[in-house]
Protein backbone atom coordinates (compact mmCIF):
# COMPACT_ATOMS: atom_id res chain seq x y z
CA UNK A 1 0.00 0.00 0.00
CA UNK A 2 3.06 2.54 -0.03
CA UNK A 3 2.72 5.37 -1.71
CA UNK A 4 -1.02 5.12 -2.28
CA UNK A 5 -3.30 6.67 0.78
CA UNK A 6 -7.37 5.86 0.22
CA UNK A 7 -9.84 7.15 2.68
CA UNK A 8 -12.27 6.19 4.70
CA UNK A 9 -11.39 2.61 4.72
CA UNK A 10 -15.00 1.89 4.63
CA UNK A 11 -18.06 3.58 3.93
CA UNK A 12 -21.68 3.87 4.44
CA UNK A 13 -24.05 5.70 2.26
CA UNK A 14 -27.70 5.97 1.53
CA UNK A 15 -29.20 5.08 -1.38
CA UNK A 16 -29.70 8.00 -3.71
CA UNK A 17 -26.82 10.06 -2.06
CA UNK A 18 -23.46 10.77 -4.23
CA UNK A 19 -20.27 9.64 -2.23
CA UNK A 20 -16.99 10.63 -3.85
CA UNK A 21 -13.57 8.68 -2.63
CA UNK A 22 -10.72 9.39 -2.24
CA UNK A 23 -7.68 8.69 -3.73
CA UNK A 24 -3.63 10.39 -3.31
CA UNK A 25 0.04 9.05 -4.01
CA UNK A 26 3.38 10.21 -3.31
CA UNK A 27 4.55 8.39 -5.76
CA UNK A 28 4.69 11.11 -8.49
CA UNK A 29 3.30 8.52 -11.02
CA UNK A 30 1.58 9.78 -14.00
CA UNK A 31 -1.06 7.14 -14.38
CA UNK A 32 -4.09 6.49 -12.04
CA UNK A 33 -6.45 4.15 -12.17
CA UNK A 34 -10.03 3.22 -10.43
CA UNK A 35 -11.21 -0.62 -10.14
CA UNK A 36 -13.99 -2.01 -8.50
CA UNK A 37 -13.97 -5.60 -7.02
CA UNK A 38 -16.95 -7.91 -6.59
CA UNK A 39 -16.49 -11.73 -4.95
CA UNK A 40 -15.59 -13.87 -8.07
CA UNK A 41 -15.28 -11.07 -10.25
CA UNK A 42 -11.42 -10.30 -9.95
CA UNK A 43 -11.06 -5.95 -10.78
CA UNK A 44 -12.93 -4.23 -13.11
CA UNK A 45 -11.59 -0.82 -14.68
CA UNK A 46 -13.93 2.17 -13.90
CA UNK A 47 -11.87 5.19 -15.01
CA UNK A 48 -8.00 5.66 -15.52
CA UNK A 49 -6.05 8.82 -16.41
CA UNK A 50 -2.95 9.71 -17.98
CA UNK A 51 -2.02 12.95 -17.01
CA UNK A 52 -3.16 15.59 -15.32
CA UNK A 53 -6.74 17.16 -16.57
CA UNK A 54 -7.20 14.10 -18.74
CA UNK A 55 -9.47 10.45 -18.29
CA UNK A 56 -10.73 7.90 -19.94
CA UNK A 57 -13.78 5.53 -19.41
CA UNK A 58 -12.92 2.45 -18.45
CA UNK A 59 -14.88 -1.03 -18.95
CA UNK A 60 -17.83 0.22 -16.04
CA UNK A 61 -17.93 3.56 -16.10
CA UNK A 62 -21.14 4.34 -16.37
CA UNK A 63 -22.77 5.76 -12.86
CA UNK A 64 -19.42 7.39 -11.96
CA UNK A 65 -17.14 10.28 -12.48
CA UNK A 66 -13.52 11.25 -11.79
CA UNK A 67 -11.57 14.78 -11.93
CA UNK A 68 -7.87 15.17 -12.20
CA UNK A 69 -6.91 18.27 -11.00
CA UNK A 70 -3.05 17.45 -9.72
CA UNK A 71 -1.41 14.73 -10.31
CA UNK A 72 -1.24 13.58 -6.81
CA UNK A 73 -5.40 13.29 -6.86
CA UNK A 74 -7.80 10.79 -8.32
CA UNK A 75 -10.79 11.37 -6.67
CA UNK A 76 -13.98 9.31 -7.56
CA UNK A 77 -17.57 10.14 -7.59
CA UNK A 78 -20.38 6.95 -7.43
CA UNK A 79 -23.72 8.78 -8.45
CA UNK A 80 -27.16 7.55 -7.76
CA UNK A 81 -27.50 6.45 -10.90
CA UNK A 82 -24.82 3.31 -10.46
CA UNK A 83 -27.28 0.64 -9.77
CA UNK A 84 -25.23 -1.60 -7.47
CA UNK A 85 -22.69 0.58 -6.02
CA UNK A 86 -22.32 -1.88 -2.53
CA UNK A 87 -18.38 -3.17 -3.50
CA UNK A 88 -14.81 -2.47 -2.61
CA UNK A 89 -12.91 -0.13 -4.68
CA UNK A 90 -9.57 -0.01 -5.65
CA UNK A 91 -7.05 3.26 -6.84
CA UNK A 92 -3.89 2.01 -8.53
CA UNK A 93 -1.30 4.00 -10.10
CA UNK A 94 1.84 3.02 -12.64
CA UNK A 95 4.38 5.49 -14.33
CA UNK A 96 2.92 6.30 -17.28
CA UNK A 97 6.52 5.97 -19.13
CA UNK A 98 6.73 2.42 -17.77
CA UNK A 99 3.90 0.27 -20.11
CA UNK A 100 5.78 -2.24 -18.88
CA UNK A 101 5.66 -1.73 -15.06
CA UNK A 102 3.17 -2.85 -12.40
CA UNK A 103 0.51 -0.95 -10.99
CA UNK A 104 0.48 0.29 -6.99
CA UNK A 105 -2.55 -0.49 -5.26
CA UNK A 106 -4.04 1.48 -2.79
CA UNK A 107 -5.83 -0.25 0.48
CA UNK A 108 -9.29 0.41 -0.75
CA UNK A 109 -12.31 1.74 0.77
CA UNK A 110 -15.34 -0.66 1.10
CA UNK A 111 -18.71 1.13 0.24
CA UNK A 112 -21.58 -0.46 1.52
CA UNK A 113 -25.20 1.35 0.19
CA UNK A 114 -28.19 0.65 1.71
CA UNK B 1 -8.86 -7.70 -26.95
CA UNK B 2 -7.32 -9.51 -23.94
CA UNK B 3 -8.40 -11.88 -21.55
CA UNK B 4 -7.52 -14.02 -18.55
CA UNK B 5 -8.37 -16.88 -17.18
CA UNK B 6 -8.30 -18.47 -13.50
CA UNK B 7 -9.50 -21.89 -14.15
CA UNK B 8 -9.89 -22.51 -10.16
CA UNK B 9 -11.23 -20.60 -8.25
CA UNK B 10 -9.53 -22.62 -4.91
CA UNK B 11 -6.29 -24.48 -4.67
CA UNK B 12 -6.27 -26.12 -1.37
CA UNK B 13 -2.53 -27.64 -0.26
CA UNK B 14 -0.59 -28.23 2.43
CA UNK B 15 1.95 -26.39 4.28
CA UNK B 16 5.47 -27.78 3.08
CA UNK B 17 4.12 -28.87 -0.31
CA UNK B 18 3.78 -27.34 -3.63
CA UNK B 19 1.73 -24.60 -5.03
CA UNK B 20 0.38 -23.92 -8.49
CA UNK B 21 -1.92 -21.54 -9.26
CA UNK B 22 -3.14 -21.26 -12.75
CA UNK B 23 -3.11 -19.16 -15.28
CA UNK B 24 -4.13 -18.66 -19.18
CA UNK B 25 -4.04 -15.40 -21.41
CA UNK B 26 -5.23 -14.21 -24.72
CA UNK B 27 -3.89 -11.27 -26.12
CA UNK B 28 -3.53 -9.62 -30.13
CA UNK B 29 -0.20 -8.59 -29.33
CA UNK B 30 2.72 -9.52 -26.82
CA UNK B 31 1.49 -10.46 -23.69
CA UNK B 32 3.13 -8.42 -20.36
CA UNK B 33 1.84 -10.41 -17.53
CA UNK B 34 1.30 -9.97 -13.89
CA UNK B 35 0.38 -11.68 -10.36
CA UNK B 36 -1.09 -9.99 -7.74
CA UNK B 37 -1.98 -11.45 -3.52
CA UNK B 38 -4.38 -9.71 -2.19
CA UNK B 39 -5.12 -10.29 2.32
CA UNK B 40 -8.49 -10.02 3.32
CA UNK B 41 -9.50 -6.29 2.93
CA UNK B 42 -6.79 -5.03 1.42
CA UNK B 43 -4.91 -4.03 -1.42
CA UNK B 44 -3.16 -6.22 -3.78
CA UNK B 45 0.24 -6.17 -4.10
CA UNK B 46 3.07 -6.99 -6.95
CA UNK B 47 4.47 -10.16 -6.62
CA UNK B 48 6.30 -10.58 -10.33
CA UNK B 49 5.76 -10.02 -13.99
CA UNK B 50 7.18 -11.26 -17.47
CA UNK B 51 7.87 -8.92 -19.64
CA UNK B 52 10.13 -10.51 -22.36
CA UNK B 53 13.81 -12.77 -22.16
CA UNK B 54 13.48 -16.13 -19.82
CA UNK B 55 10.63 -18.03 -19.11
CA UNK B 56 10.92 -18.36 -15.49
CA UNK B 57 10.34 -15.27 -13.57
CA UNK B 58 11.49 -14.90 -9.96
CA UNK B 59 9.69 -12.72 -7.81
CA UNK B 60 8.58 -12.10 -4.15
CA UNK B 61 8.18 -14.30 -0.96
CA UNK B 62 9.37 -16.87 -3.29
CA UNK B 63 7.06 -17.11 -5.83
CA UNK B 64 8.02 -17.70 -9.28
CA UNK B 65 6.03 -18.17 -12.57
CA UNK B 66 6.82 -19.72 -16.18
CA UNK B 67 6.13 -18.45 -19.59
CA UNK B 68 4.82 -20.87 -21.82
CA UNK B 69 3.56 -18.96 -25.42
CA UNK B 70 2.39 -22.11 -26.87
CA UNK B 71 0.27 -22.74 -24.51
CA UNK B 72 -0.52 -19.01 -23.78
CA UNK B 73 -0.16 -19.43 -20.15
CA UNK B 74 1.78 -18.16 -16.73
CA UNK B 75 1.08 -20.33 -13.82
CA UNK B 76 2.23 -19.34 -10.16
CA UNK B 77 4.48 -21.42 -8.58
CA UNK B 78 6.00 -21.94 -5.28
CA UNK B 79 8.48 -24.47 -4.04
CA UNK B 80 7.28 -25.13 -0.58
CA UNK B 81 4.56 -23.45 0.55
CA UNK B 82 3.43 -21.69 3.79
CA UNK B 83 0.48 -21.44 6.01
CA UNK B 84 0.91 -17.14 5.54
CA UNK B 85 0.97 -17.71 1.73
CA UNK B 86 -3.21 -18.38 2.13
CA UNK B 87 -4.56 -15.09 0.47
CA UNK B 88 -6.18 -13.97 -2.98
CA UNK B 89 -3.87 -14.50 -6.24
CA UNK B 90 -4.80 -12.48 -9.58
CA UNK B 91 -3.23 -12.97 -12.88
CA UNK B 92 -2.93 -10.20 -15.15
CA UNK B 93 -2.11 -9.09 -18.66
CA UNK B 94 -1.65 -6.69 -21.13
CA UNK B 95 -0.73 -6.04 -24.41
CA UNK B 96 1.71 -3.67 -26.51
CA UNK B 97 -1.64 -3.25 -29.03
CA UNK B 98 -1.84 0.93 -29.75
CA UNK B 99 -5.09 0.93 -27.73
CA UNK B 100 -4.23 -0.70 -25.07
CA UNK B 101 -2.69 2.07 -22.38
CA UNK B 102 -1.14 0.20 -20.27
CA UNK B 103 -4.38 -0.90 -19.02
CA UNK B 104 -4.67 -4.34 -17.59
CA UNK B 105 -7.21 -7.17 -17.65
CA UNK B 106 -7.48 -9.08 -14.23
CA UNK B 107 -8.40 -12.40 -14.10
CA UNK B 108 -11.21 -13.68 -11.74
CA UNK B 109 -8.92 -14.46 -8.86
CA UNK B 110 -7.78 -17.84 -7.28
CA UNK B 111 -8.39 -18.75 -3.70
CA UNK B 112 -5.52 -20.62 -2.35
CA UNK B 113 -6.23 -22.24 1.17
CA UNK B 114 -2.66 -23.34 2.60
CA UNK B 115 -3.25 -25.50 5.87
CA UNK B 116 -0.85 -26.78 8.74
Known amino acids: DGGITQSPKYLFRKEGQNVTLSCEQN?????MYWYRQDPGQGLRLIYY???????QKGDIAEGYSVSREKKESFPLTVTSAQKNPTAFYLC?????????????FGPGTRLTVT | AQSVAQPEDQVNVAEGNPLTVKCTYS??????LFWYVQYPNRGLQFLLK??????LVKGSYGFEAEFNKSQTSFHLKKPSALVSDSALYFC??????????????FGAGTQVVVTP
Open chain 1, 92 to 104: ANALLTGLLGEQY
Open chain 1, 27 to 31: LNHDA
Open chain 1, 49 to 55: SQIVNDF
Open chain 2, 27 to 32: VSGNPY
Open chain 2, 50 to 55: YITGDN
Open chain 2, 92 to 105: AVRDDGTDSWGKLQ
